[in-house]
């Protein structure tokens, strides 16, 4: 019997494996090192993006989640990720850090990573995560070359305004443009780390967070953003 893997219950255990999430949620998981600078920031960041696009507290059926590949679990972000994300109006309260677990991996739809090690690590875990995991840059490289008519229109009639069939479709689109739209340089998908570093470099690595999850909001719910 294969060893299982971190978070994964074995038969007795307490607690066993959570059931899949219903076909109504797509789960996107930003991944980082610590989960407390670029995960954090990432996360907040693409649920105001979400709830600006959706309005108020909509969300489609997506739910954005993050975890560290050394997580510190139980730990707040660091103070300059909460400054970055008031500075964009997003809210850093109630954040708590998590390590990255096999259920985790398991549950997401789309998993985006702050680097091509974190994109690495998240794959080696297994569970089918290569054609969900990409860094957030490259996704966002991926994104920009898809005709959005290609995609599955968003659908007031339903429950989650068809957002999570589309979301399913960009995903498929994307992993089948990743061998033909490489990166200029391998630089150019990186989301460097901003641990211990001063608030302007936290801003800047915030503003480029901002710009890559820009077009993905777009992409993933049909509407753009306000100008």
Not at 167 to 189: F, I, Q, T, Y
Not at 194 to 208: H, K, L, N, Q
């Amino acid at each position: 019997m294969a060893p299982l893997g971190r978070g994964i219950a074995g038969p007795g255990d307490d607690n066993p494996l959570p059931p899949a999430p219903p076909a109504s949620l797509f789960r996107i998981l930003h991944v980082s090192t610590g989960n407390v600078c670029r995960s954090p920031i990432t996360e907040r960041l693409h649920r105001h993006a979400l709830a600006l696009r959706l309005g108020g507290e909509q969300s489609g059926g997506l739910v954005v989640e993050s975890a560290g590949t050394w997580g510190h679990e139980g730990a707040p972000m660091e103070a300059h990720a909460a400054t970055v994300l008031t500075d964009y109006g997003a809210d850093p309260a109630g954040f708590i850090g998590r390590e990255l677990l096999d259920e985790h991996v398991i549950r997401a739809d789309l998993v985006l990573t702050a680097t091509r090690d974190h994109r690495a690590q998240v794959i080696s875990m297994g569970h089918s995560a290569g054609l969900r995991t990409f860094t957030l840059k490259e996704f966002n490289r991926l994104v920009r070359a898809i005709d959005p008519a290609t995609l599955p229109d968003p659908d007031p009639a339903r429950p989650d305004g068809g957002l999570v069939e589309r979301a399913r479709a960009l995903v498929g689109a994307a992993a089948a443009l990743r061998g033909w739209l490489l990166a200029p340089n391998p630089e150019s998908d990186e989301v460097y780390d901003p641990y211990g570093a001063p608030i302007t470099f936290f801003r800047s690595i915030g503003d480029e967070i901002n710009q890559a999850l820009d077009p993905v909001v777009t992409a993933l719910t049909g509407v753009p953003a306000r100008a």
